[in-house]
């Protein structure tokens, strides 16, 4: 790594003006960027939902325009004014406001305030850093939540829809190295034996349910970890157990919920919302230290895809968004 900011770099930056909604590899200078007391040498970002969201403007995830997109970042200080950071500190930061209301990970260089930044956890290379990335710590956050409100694997499995996916093929593999049993709901039955692989007991295709339309069904999952919202989430409230939670972090399919207070009221199940952009430095801490221990993957090998480049990344939006993701997809910013 070179340890000097050059006058120009390249940023993948997304606009809303005159010329419309569009993103597009510029040059930048570090001056371009949004305020921040260090700045890092990019080694890797990731793609996410909420990336090609942002990428396309097909979500309204942008608040302030133009910024570099980029959800998830990985890389080096080469820069600090901060007391905590030092030159040569390998870093992280993911959600807290990059590509909402500051700069994002998708270029070579990047400002950012120090207090949404991780120090590289041991156990974590930069890399798988970066293959878990918002992914992997919201599956985590959402296990974190559900957990300190009572689940543990004695109750049964836990459903992860959308399992095909980045947060649900992470949730897959994180869950079941938790002990829980796990069955998965994805639609890409020829996904099957590699969910198995990764830790699903059951996998069940999204074509052949049939969610009862009564307040309460058969109770057939201890607790589930959601990505997917409208009508799966809103079935999945008629068929926990009692004083199971379900942990929703997802809109894949749209963002209606319909269901009665029944499950709250009969069986005592909670419904926990997980937001992983807005989540306190402290929990943040505790959640990444779990993902570099107990809770690290053992297939990331499996989850991670080829790594891409900030000149692929429009191509992907529009495969994600299709509903064509698989894993995870790392993003190589540094040579
Ligand atoms: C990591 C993966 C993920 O997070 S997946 C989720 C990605 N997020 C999204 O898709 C949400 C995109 N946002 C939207 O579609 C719209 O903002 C929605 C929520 C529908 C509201 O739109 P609209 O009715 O036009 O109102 P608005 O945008 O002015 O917002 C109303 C108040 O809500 C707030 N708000 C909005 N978005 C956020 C956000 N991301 N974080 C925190 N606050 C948000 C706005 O600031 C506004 O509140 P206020 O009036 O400023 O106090
Ligand atoms: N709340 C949070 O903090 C948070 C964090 C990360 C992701 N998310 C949300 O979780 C969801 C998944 O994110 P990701 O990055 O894993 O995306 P992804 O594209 O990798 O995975 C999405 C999954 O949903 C499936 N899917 C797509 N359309 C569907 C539909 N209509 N019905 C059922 N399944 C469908 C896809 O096949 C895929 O398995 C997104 O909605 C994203 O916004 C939320």
């Known amino acids: 790594m070179s340890s000097?900011?050059?006058?120009?770099?390249r940023a993948f930056r997304i606009f809303d003006d005159e010329d419309g909604y569009r993103s597009e590899i510029v040059e930048q200078s570090i001056d371009d960027q949004s305020e921040g007391d260090v700045v890092i040498q990019v080694a890797w970002s990731s793609v996410n939902y909420k990336d090609a969201l942002a990428g396309t403007g097909k979500g309204k995830i942008l608040r302030d325009f133009p910024l570099n997109g980029g959800i998830d970042v990985a890389g080096t200080v080469i820069e600090s004014r901060a007391a905590d950071f030092r030159e040569g500190d390998e870093v992280l930061m993911t959600g807290s406001g990059l590509s909402e209301v500051r700069d994002g990970g998708y270029s070579e260089y990047l400002r950012v305030p120090s207090e949404w930044l991780i120090p590289r956890p041991d156990g974590l290379d930069l890399y798988e850093a970066m293959c878990l990335g918002t992914a992997g710590f919201t599956a985590a956050l959402g296990l974190y939540r559900m957990e300190a409100l009572g689940q543990t694997p004695?109750?049964?499995?836990?459903?992860?829809?959308?399992?095909?996916g980045g947060v649900g093929s992470l949730a897959v593999d994180i869950y079941s190295r938790?002990?829980?049993?796990?069955?998965?709901?994805?639609g890409k039955v020829d996904e099957f034996d590699w969910?198995?692989?990764l830790g699903a007991g059951q996998c069940i295709s999204r074509h052949d349910l049939h969610w009862p339309e009564t307040p309460l069904a058969s109770?057939?999952?201890?607790g589930?970890?959601?990505?997917?919202?409208?009508?799966?989430?809103?079935?999945?409230?008629?068929?926990i157990r009692p004083w199971g939670n379900i942990a929703a972090c997802g809109m894949a399919a749209g963002i209606g919920l319909q269901t009665t207070v029944m499950p709250f009221i009969i069986r005592g199940i909670s419904l926990v919302g997980i937001n992983s952009s807005g989540c306190a430095y402290p929990l943040r801490e505790t959640v990444w230290a779990r993902l570099a221990g107990d809770w690290k993957p053992r297939h990331l090998d499996k989850i991670a895809q080829e790594p891409i480049g900030l000149e692929d990344l429009q191509q992907t939006f529009e495969q994600l968004l299709a509903g064509?993701?698989?894993?995870r997809i790392p993003v190589r910013i540094g040579s």
């Open 4 to 9: 000097e900011i050059p006058d120009s770099f």
């Open 195 to 197: 969910l198995h692989e």
């Open 154 to 164: 004695d109750m049964g499995p836990i459903c992860i829809t959308g399992a095909s």
């Open 324 to 327: 064509g993701g698989r894993g």
């Open 178 to 186: 938790a002990g829980y049993e796990i069955s998965a709901i994805s």
């Open 219 to 222: 109770a057939r999952f201890a």
């Open 224 to 239: 589930a970890l959601d990505t997917v919202g409208s009508d799966m989430l809103s079935g999945l409230t008629r068929v």
